[in-house]
């Protein structure tokens, strides 16, 4: 008889990242040999509280997973009964996604009911500890999630390093594994054309939600930077391509924007980007920018590995880490004028002297060492 695993987090009909991730890790454990399920929100966010147009994919259901819609965020009696069903269903591992406090007493409820049966291990994969938006009540509520929680995953230094001022508990480090289910990359001209976007251009990207954390204004100043030395002659010129949804104000950004005089230098895709569209955008750039502020780390990276794009990013949180310098791209200091010098830099060496590295760094991102250190700490 197959071993249970059942996965709580984001997953169909929720969109994003961390829905994909968790689909993909399900598959994984079902490639295992474990029978896999996922239980994921009916109700993730009150409206309210998110900053999107919606939370729901466009996508069909997938149909290899088994994925439940049984979990409401804000309904204490809800959190009884779905940890009163996987209390009986004994799984041997619960695996589940933190990464916002105010699901810490969703969470940290369920586990308390399901860890009751005596048999469960719950293993958390934490993104992040320390929010990147704090609110009050943050702490605790990360403290009630965690206290039921047998070991922890971590995906970046800086989240374990956070971890340990909450629990001690094992906990494991691991390199967040690609995202190798957006199909297979694209011949540039090909990805361009589907966009619409002229062959013939210098274009970098920047890929994800739009929240200040991410430092796409510093982006846009450095692009500032780069349009005079153009003009001067001293830079070739390139076009930033921005694929991703607004989280936060649109309207401080197009007033930036327009400050700034760059418009002709932008490409925007501001509306959502679906699963089907992805390789598309990352398949179209010559480079992958990523100006965080701060960060712990960053989905967009293992997909810049997965379609072998070198990177661009901020010396920041975990991020220099996971893109060794001068060889899968170039590091720098989260402000325009640095930016702006590395991007230069990106094209003076050129896109082909990375190809060879990233190929060879991408090798370390396997869905199976998560499966495996789920596994074993799981079993200690």
């Known amino acids: 008889m197959k071993q249970k695993v059942i996965i709580i987090g984001p997953a169909h009909p929720l969109r994003g990242g961390l829905a994909s991730f968790d689909e993909r890790l399900a598959r994984q454990f079902q490639h295992q040999g474990y029978d896999t399920s996922i239980y994921t929100f009916s109700l ?23 994925i439940k819609v049984c979990i409401n965020s804000v309904n204490p009696l809800n959190w009884l009964l779905v940890g009163n069903e996987l209390r009986k269903l004994k799984p041997s591992i619960i695996i589940i996604r933190y990464w916002l406090p ?6 940290g409820t369920i586990l308390r009911c399901a860890k009751t049966n005596g048999v469960t291990k719950l293993v958390c994969i934490a993104d992040n500890v320390i929010p990147h ?3 009050p009540g943050d702490k605790q509520f990360t403290q009630y999630c965690f206290k039921p929680i047998d070991a922890f995953v971590t995906m970046s230094d800086k989240v374990l390093i956070d971890l340990k001022t909450i629990t001690q508990k094992p906990a494991q480090q691991i390199v967040h594994p690609l995202y190798d289910n957006f199909g297979e990359a694209l011949p540039k001209e090909k990805a361009r054309k589907h966009l619409g976007i002229a062959s013939d251009e210098n274009i970098i990207l920047f890929f994800g939600f739009i929240r200040k954390y991410k430092g796409l204004d510093i982006l846009l100043h450095a692009m500032k930077i780069l349009k005079e030395k153009m003009v001067n002659g001293a ?20 007033d930036l924007i327009a400050e700034l005089d760059i418009a002709d230098q932008l490409i925007l895709r501001t509306d959502f980007i679906s699963d089907s569209e992805v390789r598309f955008y990352l398949s179209a750039a010559d480079f992958v920018i990523q100006p965080y502020r701060n960060a712990t780390q960053s989905g967009v990276t293992p997909l810049a590995y997965h379609f072998e794009k070198p990177m661009l990013v901020t010396n920041v949180g975990g991020l220099p880490s996971l893109v060794p310098n001068g060889k899968v791209g170039l590091v720098a200091e989260p402000n325009p004028e640095a930016i702006a010098g590395k991007i230069e830099e990106l094209y003076e060496i050129g896109e082909q002297h990375f190809i060879p590295h990233l190929r060879e760094e991408k090798l370390k991102y396997s869905w199976q060492v998560l499966v495996d250190t789920i596994i074993r700490l799981a079993m200690e």
Do not use: V, W
């Open 102 to 107: 105010f699901m810490g007493p969703c969470l």
């Open 44 to 66: 993730q966010y009150p409206g309210f509280l998110f900053p999107g147009t919606t939370q729901f994919s466009s996508e069909p259901k997938p149909t290899d997973i088994n």
């Open 235 to 254: 830079f070739k010129g390139c076009k930033l391509l921005i694929a991703g949804e607004y989280y936060e104000d649109k309207k401080q950004y197009d």
């Open 133 to 135: 938006e704090k609110r």
